[in-house]
């Protein structure tokens, strides 16, 4: 078997002594793969064509690390919850390296499951089956989707049990990030590192992910900007599929602007703002609509860490850094509304302004709120009603008289940019372009993990997998993977951190 070669070049490594701990992985007693995204392999430019499962699966569980690999526990503290933890870290993940992508994209790869690290603290430094292939299904249905995340690579079962509430079976999961620099690490920094090191850490993040920002004026500044640039579009794009993270914690936002740490994470199927399904999330502090408001909150808390970066006097700083926070509702807002356009099937800004197709759009999902309808099927059933059959809409709404007067505002706000041609069939196509049909349904997504970690079946995750790597294709032979759960389901349904 020819040795697996990996073109790695591991700048964090190399460039960021005593930000992380070097630790092996632990080795595992049978591993079998389970999952293989062999188009990502590709993309990094891995060649994995002429490998065995055993091959793999001694690979990627961390029993034969490929040559060059250096792995290491990246430090990082957060915010949970609000609450400040000075020392969290990589405490069941490991940073194997780094990888040059076809594109020309440095992408990390990482082991999620592991085993023990020095920042363990109390936990096992291990991952179960069921929560690792979610996140091969959330974060595939994502990149599907046109959103940025991290993606898997690969998932190994260890063979070795893992003690949770009950015994699971323990897994290794294969993650690739544009990086894993969070907010979180530069709190750990400020907390305990110097002024230097936070400055070393921005240095590297600028020149890894924002290399412009180096040439404005006041470089750090410009680079808090670009982060919360990047997050205006991510978190617009979340609420427009109606995704909730569950979990947004300042140790699970990327500085790149990726989704990252798919734990409690879940699809919203019945519309509702207050929509929280996370079994830690009593308060609702992470719920639906509040993630605007989180990132905008996660921000300031990297800002904190930036100003002495940013101004040498401490009163100047925190006015500048209150700007570029200040400005987040406003970008957030671009960026929802633009997607709200395409979503609504407008292709220009109309000429009354952003306000009145905000209230268009906001009138829309209030009365998808009032009269509780499933968020995803009703705007895949608007591009129905655009291409003239507005039947399938109107099954959704069991009170017609809202979404008649509703129609009759959006039809005319369509003919408004259609003077004199008729683009019904251009809008419909362009609106199923933007508003998927299928979602990882819960129910769906319950039943492949159930059947993967209890019965050892992988094919209704890997049938599930198909379905959403084809978001907005409308199959019939697919018709299943876009049901709704039942309202039984839903009441009951909470998702749980991926430990
Ligand atoms: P998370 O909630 O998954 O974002 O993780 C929060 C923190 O807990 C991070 O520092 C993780 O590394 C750590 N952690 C989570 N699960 C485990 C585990 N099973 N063993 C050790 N550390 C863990
Ligand atoms: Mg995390």
């Given at each position: ?18 930000f ?20 990502l392999?590709?993309e ?24 060059g ?43 999620k ?8 603290r ?31 690579l ?45 400055r070393q850490?921005a ?17 750090y ?16 794009l979340?609420?427009?599929?109606g995704?909730?993270?569950?979990v ?17 994470c879940?699809?919203?199927e ?21 993630q605007p408001?989180?990132?905008?909150w996660?921000?300031a808390?990297?800002a ?19 700007e570029?926070?200040d400005?987040?509702?406003?970008r ?14 407008l292709?220009?800004t ?6 009145m ?13 009032a ?8 705007w ?14 109107r099954?959704?709404?069991?009170g ?30 362009a ?19 159930e059947a ?22 409308t ?25």
């Open positions: 078997m020819a040795h697996i070669v990996f073109p790695f070049d591991n700048s964090y490594a190399r460039d960021l002594p005593g992380y701990a070097p630790c092996p992985p632990a080795t595992v007693d049978s591993p079998t793969l389970l999952f293989l995204n062999r188009s392999a590709e990094l430019g891995l060649d994995l064509a002429h490998q065995d499962d055993t091959a793999l699966a001694a690979l990627f569980s961390g029993n034969r690390l490929p040559q690999a250096q792995p290491i526990a990246q430090a990082y503290a957060g915010h949970q919850f609000g609450q400040f933890s000075p020392q969290l870290g990589d405490g069941r993940a490991l940073l194997i390296g780094e990888v040059i992508d076809v594109h020309g994209q440095r992408r990390d790869i990482a082991f499951g592991s085993g023990r690290t020095p920042f363990s109390r936990g096992d430094g291990k991952a179960a089956v069921g929560p690792m292939l979610r996140e091969v299904l959330l974060g595939e249905a994502m990149h599907a989707l046109g959103i940025p995340t991290t993606r898997a690969a998932v190994v079962a260890t063979g070795e049990p893992v003690y949770r509430e009950r015994v699971l079976p323990g897994a290794i999961l294969t993650r690739v990030a544009a990086s894993h620099l969070r907010v979180g690490t530069f709190q750990y920094f400020m907390a305990h590192g110097s002024p230097h090191q936070v850490l240095d590297y993040a600028m020149a890894r992910h924002f290399p412009r920002t180096r040439q404005a004026e006041n470089p500044l410009a680079f808090l900007g670009a982060v919360a640039e990047r997050q205006a579009a991510l978190i617009a979340w609420m427009h599929v995704f909730i993270h569950g947004m914690n300042t140790d699970n936002m990327a500085i790149p602007g990726e989704t990252i740490d798919y734990g409690p879940a699809f919203m019945t519309f509702d703002p207050a929509a929280v399904f996370s079994s830690i999330d009593g308060q609702g502090r992470y719920a639906y609509a509040e408001r989180i990132a905008r996660n921000l808390r990297l904190e860490c930036l100003l002495p970066l940013i101004d040498t006097g401490e009163g100047h700083a925190i006015t500048l850094a209150t570029v926070i400005a987040f509702p406003e957030y807002r671009q960026h929802w509304l633009a997607g709200l356009r395409a979503k609504l099937g292709a220009d109309g000429s009354h302004g952003d306000g197709d905000a209230a268009l759009g906001e009138g829309w999902l209030d009365l998808l709120h009269q509780q309808v499933d968020y995803t099927l009703a895949r059933h608007l591009a129905d009603a655009a291409a003239g059959d507005e039947t399938p809409l099954a959704l709404f069991p017609q008289p809202g979404l008649e007067r509703w129609l009759q505002r959006w039809r005319e706000r369509c003919a408004s940019e259609d003077v004199g041609n008729d683009r019904a069939a251009a809008r419909a196509q609106m199923r372009q933007v508003n998927p049909w299928i979602i990882p349904r819960n129910q769906r997504v319950e039943e492949a993990l993967a970690s209890d019965h050892g079946d992988l094919k209704p995750f890997e049938s599930l997998l198909h379905a959403l790597r084809r978001p907005y294709d199959d019939p032979a697919l018709a299943v993977y876009a049901q709704p759960a039942g309202t039984d389901f839903m009441a009951e349904f909470r998702t749980y951190c991926g430990t």
